[in-house]
DNA sequence: CAAATACTGAAGTCATCGCTTCACTGACCG
DNA sequence: CGGTCAGTGAAGCGATGACTTCAGTATTTG
């Protein structure tokens, strides 16, 4: 699968993405449950609940006619795992400016 | 000032931005040593960086003609505190379905 | 001072995004 | 079976995004 690091940033940069998974967190609901209180069309959330399915934030399953949505860990695991990565990196470069500054910034 | 997390989502999901940032943590540059690289104009790097200043991402500064680049820490520490706040509740959410689906799943 | 350097601003292009409407397919209810 | 109900697919639309080029503006430098 290999999560792509971009969608996974980009499907966290709007905001009805990330009010979706908000209201997630609560308990599964189904696409029009979602869309009722966000203001926008059941075709919307669709598209949405498809990127954040392909950014690993949402599992689905449809049962009968209903389709149900809950969390899943891949894209926020994946979000984590940048910010190690790079906290070790930048933070070495953030101190090393750091003691810099007292003079520089003065 | 209190940083637009939709924004700072948003320039994360760019791999020209993140290709900026992983080149400042190697230190400080200008605007045309960071644009060389990449493989885009000076005038889209300029673009960029501007995007990355107003997301906490990176502080630069003018000296006579060159403008120096560096890292700085707020947009990361936005980064990393949207995870923490979301890690419990989601954490929660899902060790609850974690449970559910021993059977759910099969 | 003239030419080169380092960047900036405005404008334009092309692709993608978030969203809509409309027509439709299945599933469930009476 | 007929009628809602939940969701899907296709198409289109306006706004943004990531660039580019071109024409400046300061700042060095020879």
Redesign the pocket.
């Given at each position: 699968m290999a999560l792509d690091i971009d969608?996974v940033f980009?499907a966290l940069?709007?905001p009805?993405?990330r009010a979706i998974l908000d209201r997630l967190s609560l308990g599964p609901q189904?696409?029009?449950?979602l869309?009722e209180p966000l203001?926008?069309?059941?075709?919307?959330i669709?598209?949405?609940?498809q990127?954040l399915e392909e950014t690993g934030f949402v599992r689905?399953q449809?049962?009968?006619?209903?389709?149900?949505c809950r969390l899943e860990s891949a894209g926020f695991r994946a979000v984590e795992q940048w910010a190690t990565e790079h906290r070790t990196t930048w933070e070495r470069r953030l101190d090393a400016l750091g003691s810099l500054l007292a003079e520089d910034d003065h």
């Open positions: 969608r980009q940069g709007d009805t993405r189904s696409v029009s449950k869309a203001g926008v069309t059941v075709t919307a669709g598209q949405h609940l990127v689905t449809k049962a009968g006619r209903v389709r149900s």
